[in-house]
């Protein structure tokens, strides 16, 4: 079974993360294939690129089972450049993208989703940063996409607090750009028919100016999201937040 796959329909390419079992938590394999996938849409004549998760979330973020796994500096700095080529490879597509989020979007789950154009959610979705959690913090550009979106103050306090917000306060907030009683992707279906009527090329070079010019900055925090994401692997505390997730419980920080 595939992790991530492609379908094409009516001018729109559709990228599903495909491990409803685990609610589309994001394995190196599932990282890369989702790399290789957002390159081979480059390519197409779809004007829209729609991101899903199958089952009962768009995705809870980094697998903590492949944290476990990482045996040295060079792997976990492998993983690092394959997060930044998403998300930099995602922020420069030259189509219009649209994330639609049912259940949870989380962690790198979260940060994926805010490289899109559009992210449309179902009313019962949730929204949560969540990498203090397990003493780590933002990755695959989540600093820079919650600046954008939140401001820095706001963005700063919502990385440090642990919650997960539903999708109306997080509509609110200006994560989501639409909330529905729908499944997400019937609404994020509904956007794309729309811009498929616009001036396509007026829209798009809208978006490159606005997008290019951030360009530089992007890499800048991709870069130090990579340096600082290396140090907090190596921390006591992360060792004890990948525990306590693992074991069910609270994880008790020593700062170390």
Known sequence: MEKVFLTRENGISTITLNRPESYNALDIDTLRKLEELINEVTENDDKIVLLTGKGKAFSAGGDINMMTKIASKEQFEGLMDTLTAIATNLYL??????????????????????????????????????????????????????????????????????????AKQAQNMGLVDLVTEEKAETAALEIAQKVQMAPFQA???????????????????????????????????????????????FPVFQGK
Not at 107 to 118: E, F, M, Q, R, V
């Open 203 to 249: 829209v798009i070079r809208s978006k490159m100016i606005l997008h290019e010019s951030k360009q530089e900055e992007l890499a800048a925090y991709l870069a130090e999201e990579k340096l600082g994401q290396v140090k907090a692997s190596q921390t006591e505390d992360h060792q004890e937040g990948v525990r306590a997730f693992l074991e069910k419980r």
């Open 93 to 166: 597509l030259p189509k219009i993208v649209i994330t639609a989020v049912n259940g949870s979007a989380a962690g790198l789950g979260l940060s994926i989703a805010l490289a899109s154009d559009y992210i449309v959610a179902n009313e019962e979705a949730k929204f949560g940063v969540l990498f203090a959690g397990i003493g780590l913090i933002p990755d695959g550009g989540g600093h820079f996409f919650l600046k954008e979106r939140l401001g820095v103050h706001q963005a700063k306090q919502f990385i440090w607090s642990l919650e997960q917000v539903k």
